[in-house]
């Protein structure tokens, strides 16, 4: 272990304060696209300066509070929207979408890095993704990619992640040597909150998923990152470890945990208790969220929710494990993240 203090990364977090112009321009696209005889919209020019307002006085000012040093950094989620409009507007949402990322990164480079979004559609195959994946990582530098279970946006009728209809995707991300990040947008089903439900739903969804298949049997160099504290695996643990016995399945570090970890966006100290408990410190990447989905100031606490550094360092970690959940982890998940720290001697 490096006898300096760990850099802290942030593995989770969204451009959810992009410019209005640009939120617009998505606006006007979903217009066009129900009603064809409205304008056809133009991306608009978006200044470096209109970018720089929008980071620094929301995520970098919040990071420099919070003491972290490095957000991986990808388009709002809730806005990925994959269930609005058809292909050809999800890919030319999702390329302005990067591009933007890629702007915020070129301007703060030592602190944000990027992750894609991807242009899936419902009922469209996601080799058609494989392109913009290339793109976002061969030609602007990013080191991962948030990937929707379910596109659809709630009614989950497309084939599960252990489908060899997702074989393609995953063949590239293992070339590149990328992980993902399981994470579904927003929600057309009034029965599922986006973020409150649906976010929740599809964490546990995919965990499960794995458990019932053996995708990694297939690629063991497959990595995946389940957001939001790994839904309600960590808390049902040991349900899930008796369907896997049930189910005939290896035990579930063997089986599933080589290859998937879970972040810290959980919003109260127990659950972050109840997460370091259960879960080995090898699973478990530092991450925050911010700013996103709980934005308020816990009155219990008088410290924002998503001010996830404050659970962790009050669980009295030793050296090691600090510096595993902070850095370390999160840098051997994404290694392309580490190449980029190490050329610049981090």
Sequence with gaps: MSERAPLIIDCHGHYTTAPKAHDAFREAQLKHFADP????????????DAIRESIETNQLRLLRERGADMTIFSPRASTMAHHLGDEPVSQAWTRHCNDLIARVVALYPETFIGVCQLPQSPGVTIEHSIAELERCVNELGFVGCNLNPDPSGGHWNG????DRAWYPFFEKMVELDVP?????????????????AHYINADT???MQFLEGDLFGDFPDLRFVIPHGGGAVPYHWGRYRGLADMLKK???NE?????VSFDTCVYHQPGIDLLFRVIDIDNILFGSEMVGAVRGIDPTTGHHFDDTRRYIDSLGLSAQDRH???????????PRLDAQLRARGR
């Design 37 to 48: 005889s409205q304008p056809l919209p133009v991306y608009p020019a978006i200044s470096d």
């Design 159 to 162: 084939p599960p992640l252990t």
């Design 180 to 196: 993902a990040m399981i994470h579904v947008s927003g929600s057309c089903n009034a029965n599922f909150h986006a973020t409150g």
């Design 205 to 207: 969804t995919a965990f």
């Design 250 to 252: 290896p035990p579930l």
């Design 255 to 259: 089986h599933v945990m080589k290859n």
């Design 324 to 334: 595993k959940v902070y850095e370390g982890n999160v840098r051997r998940i994404y």
